[in-house]
């Protein structure tokens, strides 16, 4: 199977040259040119599977170019040894009514990024090798502050890569800041932008779709490429917890054969829910996909009324991966709500890109809505929603988590669908956002004059539950990366740092 361009324009490849490249030619982003499906007794004969197994079986619908045994390297890599901090990767834990939580935070950096960012760099290099590609690869990202780590632990010392990480300067938390900036490997380097997370964004797309610049790198031996969930290879390996999370409910006898579900994702660059999106086309039960918004809620617009605008003020918010006004993997859903009309798509993209707007037809709004359902929830509402479902079942939330729980309830509320059972994607570790939840769950006067790291070793004692072992010894760590840029001084940094 082949992969095409969502803007129509560039040759169809398969998926080694898609994770590969990452953005195609035309600016695109590829999507796998017919939909991938599962019979539902195929689904169902997967019950009991472990993740791992799942794993194998469902990249290996997608990534038809790999052989089984390279991609049975590439999951034992990332998922089987001890990565993660449980051997069932992606528990399911049932929270209050029919709500369960996928713990999507079990991975080194305590974030929902590494369920795909521990495979990547296998994948990739098992492409390069296979296509006997000889360039160096080198990775630019642009982080809202989870992905830079994931992808730092996740390429750190891969022989024949390296990465650059770029992240908002003072757009992060302390921890995630920290994190990124102590972090090791020979082939690394972060770099604070001083900007907001869109900023870096553009900074990269840019350096991307540079073809003079390419053409400078190839001669050198040099080919860019992003761990950003604009690259396929990071989107597929999370339609896998879609499956692993619907099973485990079957499991345990949460949702009969059949039986649909509902999944609420707490979003930003659309890629998490996306991935639910392909898992659901591929036959998961899945009624309604939920789209939680933080304060920057263009998503939540966009769905109700099929306009996209992000001409609208930016906000820093407690749940920072959500800060985001244009939701890159959009684009995906937009080609296949379209029934793969590239043309439109394109032309919605140049109108994002020259007015910052644009507006869907009638047709694609209205598969929209069937499918999807929106809101969003500001930082007080996701402070007090940590609060109170600390205070009803003793576990703790991280904010963008909590923006998911609210706007569960908000759903519930204007559905009356409270019969469905629906999967929460957690997709943070509470203590990687010590600050924020120590604050929603002991006194203020607990919380004053104590960094970030007290705060963490604080919630721990409280709720009985260990630090996350990547977060522990970080305050300690010595810091290794110090650098900042004006947004407009990435592609100059970037080629000096190549040698240009
Ligand atoms: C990245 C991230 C999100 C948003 O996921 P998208 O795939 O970008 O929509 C939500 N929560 C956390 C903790 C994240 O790291």
């Known amino acids: 199977m082949n992969y095409e361009s969502t803007r129509g324009q560039a040759p169809p490849v398969p998926s080694m040259e898609v994770i590969k490249a990452g953005l195609a030619p035309d600016g695109g982003l590829y999507v796998p040119e017919r939909p991938v499906v599962l019979a539902p007794s195929a689904l ?19 990534l038809t170019d790999f052989s089984s045994s390279q991609l049975a390297a590439c999951v034992e890599a990332a998922y089987a040894g001890d990565r ?50 000889t360039a160096e690869i080198v990775i630019l990202v642009a982080t809202s502050g989870d992905t830079g780590k994931a ?31 102590t972090q090791e490997g020979a082939n690394v380097e972060v770099v604070g932008v001083r900007g907001n997370f869109d900023d870096a964004q553009a900074g990269v797309k840019a350096i991307f779709s ?18 950003n969930s604009i690259n396929w290879g990071r989107l597929v390996p999370q339609v896998v917890y879609y499956l692993s999370s619907y099973l485990a409910l079957r499991q345990a006898g949460q949702v009969a054969a059949g039986e649909a579900v509902n999944v609420v994702v707490p979003t930003g660059n659309f890629g998490n829910i996306l991935a639910a999106y392909y898992a659901r086309e591929m036959g998961v039960p899945v009624k309604t996909l939920v789209c939680a918004a933080n304060a920057n809620n ?53 109108q994002l890109s020259s007015c910052g707007r644009y507006q869907v037809d009638e047709g694609v709004r209205q598969r929209l809505q069937q499918l ?20 009803c ?7 963008h988590t909590a923006v998911g729980s609210v706007v569960y309830r908000k759903y519930l509320e204007a559905s009356g669908d409270n019969r469905t059972p629906t999967l929460l994607a957690g997709t943070a570790s509470p ?55 004006e947004p407009a001084g990435m592609a100059s940094l970037v080629r000096a740092l190549l040698g240009l």
């Open 393 to 399: 079942t003793g576990y703790l939330l991280d904010p």
């Open 44 to 62: 169902e004969s997967l019950r009991g599977s472990a993740y791992q197994d799942l794993a194998r079986t469902v990249l290996g619908m997608f």
């Open 372 to 391: 999807f359902w929106s809101d969003f929830a500001s930082d007080e509402e996701a402070r007090q929603e940590i609060r109170r479902t600390f205070a």
């Open 84 to 133: 993660f901090d449980t051997p069932v990767v992606v528990p399911v834990v049932p929270l209050e009514g029919g709500l369960h939580v996928m713990e999507l935070w079990h991975g080194p950096t305590a974030a929902f990024k590494d369920m795909a960012l521990q495979i990547l760099p296998h994948l990739l290099t098992t492409s390069c090798r296979a296509t006997s590609e």
């Open 210 to 227: 540079d073809a003079a610049l390419g053409a400078e790198l190839a001669r050198r031996g040099i080919r860019l490429s992003s761990a």
């Open 298 to 350: 263009v998503l939540t617009d966009f769905i109700r009324s099929g306009v996209y605008d992000r001409n609208r003020p930016f906000y820093q918010t407690i749940s920072p991966s959500m800060d985001i006004l244009v939701s890159s993997n959009l684009e995906r859903l937009l080609y296949s709500l379209s029934g793969r009309d590239a043309a439109a798509v394109r032309g919605w993209m140049e």
């Open 431 to 485: 203590f990687k956002f010590a600050r924020d939840v120590a604050e929603a769950v002991l006194p203020p006067e607990t919380c004053q004059g104590r960094d970030e790291f007290q705060l963490m070793e604080l919630l721990a004692d409280r709720c009985g539950a260990p630090v996350p072992a990547g977060l522990q010894g970080l305050r300690d760590k010595p810091v290794r990366h110090g650098r900042t840029v």
């Open 151 to 181: 992808a730092l632990e996740g390429f750190r010392d891969v022989a024949g890569t390296r990465i650059v990480v770029f992240y908002p300067a003072g757009g992060v938390s302390q921890i995630q800041e920290r994190q990124m900036v």
